[in-house]
Nanobody, 127 residues
């Protein structure tokens, strides 16, 4: 059974940084796609960033491109989201998700592509 556990959320001032972590267990993840989504109160779930487990392919939403970086540590079965230059509109619950089908070029941003989800971690950007 795949388990994903996020950590690293918290309260940060605008312009600050946070690094989210996602600990993956229960499988060999070599063929998996990993992704971060976020959901703010009253809004739909939004794609943030995706990565192939090898780390060779990444995708970002336009709203975070240039500020956020997704990465993997294969030896530790970890996925990270480094978030810099945070803005109040980045406030949301951030969730890690995984797909055994790999990173699909034309649908990587759709939640329905991902079979396994973590419980989420709250990120609040406020002064």
């Amino acid at each position: 059974q795949v388990q994903l556990v996020e950590s690293g959320g918290g309260l940060v001032q605008p312009g600050g940084s946070l690094r989210l972590s996602c600990a993956a267990s229960g499988r060999t993840f070599s063929s998996y796609a990993m992704v971060w989504f976020r959901q703010a109160p009253g809004k739909e779930r939004e794609f943030v960033a995706a990565i192939s487990w090898s780390g060779t392919v990444t995708y970002y939403s336009d709203s975070v491109k240039g500020r956020f970086t997704i990465s993997t540590d294969n030896a530790k079965n970890m996925v990270y989201l480094q978030m810099n230059s945070l803005k109040p509109e980045d406030t949301a619950v951030y969730s890690c998700a995984a797909s055994p089908s790999g990173l699909r070029r034309f649908s990587y941003y759709q939640p329905r592509e991902y079979d396994y989800w973590g419980q989420g971690t709250q990120v609040t950007v406020s002064s």
